[in-house]
């Protein structure tokens, strides 16, 4: 059972548009949200985050939002830049004994000159 | 540098081989986890150690062995592999008693091909 979907697994998107990536969780008991961004033969880093109090988080041009009833949190990127090309892993923490992530299955941003 | 290292960057084995990968933090956390990545697949959760011990393990197959001799170092040993354990091995690190606002801090992963 995957508890984070993303269910794009690619998006293309023209430089100086913007990217929205999506996100659905099935576990009300999510408390806290966080964007991954990865290139290639490196590991995954942290981009944003937002707590299950807020439904919006800003950082520069990254805003995450998060729509609780419908469980669902989106990462827009605004404008768009070439080095925004990288995959995307959107993930939840669970308390369960040990505090952890769960993962989605990640998104691959192209960003078109 | 993110502040977690992992060794060594890529690992080709046989079936029959013996292996071990290697992550070290110098961020002072007191978490490590080990993950899977596997083509189109989420980060699976194999392993995770918080202050030492090891709290959670995902049903991974014992070829997969982890070891956390103290709270800066990790080591999955690895042995009788199949092809399809073949992925990239992410080691991570976090304060133990909550992901403050970064969650994990990741290294930059051991790519293992079994053949």
């Known amino acids: 059972d995957q508890q984070v979907k993303q269910n794009s697994p690619s998006l293309s998107v023209q430089e100086g548009r913007i990217s929205i990536l999506n996100c659905d969780y099935t576990n009300s008991m999510f408390d806290y949200f966080l964007w991954y961004k990865k290139y290639p033969a490196e590991g995954p880093t942290f981009l944003i985050s937002i707590s299950s109090i807020k439904d919006k988080n800003e950082d520069g041009r990254f805003t995450v939002f998060l729509n609780k009833s419908a469980k669902h949190l989106s990462l827009h990127i605004v404008p768009s830049q070439p080095g925004d090309s990288a995959v995307y892993f959107c993930a939840a923490s669970l308390i369960q004994g040990a505090q952890k992530l769960v993962f989605g299955q990640g998104t691959r941003l192209t960003i078109n000159p | 540098e993110t502040g977690v290292t992992q060794t060594p960057r890529h690992l080709v084995m046989g079936m029959t081989n013996k292996k071990s990968l290697k992550c070290e933090q110098h961020l002072g956390h007191n978490a490590m986890y080990w993950y899977k990545q596997s083509a189109k697949k989420p980060l699976e959760l194999m392993f995770v150690y918080s202050l030492e011990e090891r709290v959670e393990n995902n049903s991974v197959p014992s070829r997969f062995s982890p070891e956390c001799p103290n709270s800066s170092h990790l080591f999955l040993h690895l042995h009788t592999l199949q092809p399809e354990d073949s992925a990239l091995y992410l080691c991570?690190?976090?304060?133990?008693?909550?992901?403050?606002?970064?969650?994990?801090?990741f290294g930059s992963g051991t790519r293992l091909t079994v053949v």
């Open positions: 991570a690190s976090s304060q133990g008693q909550g992901l403050g606002n970064y969650g994990y801090t």
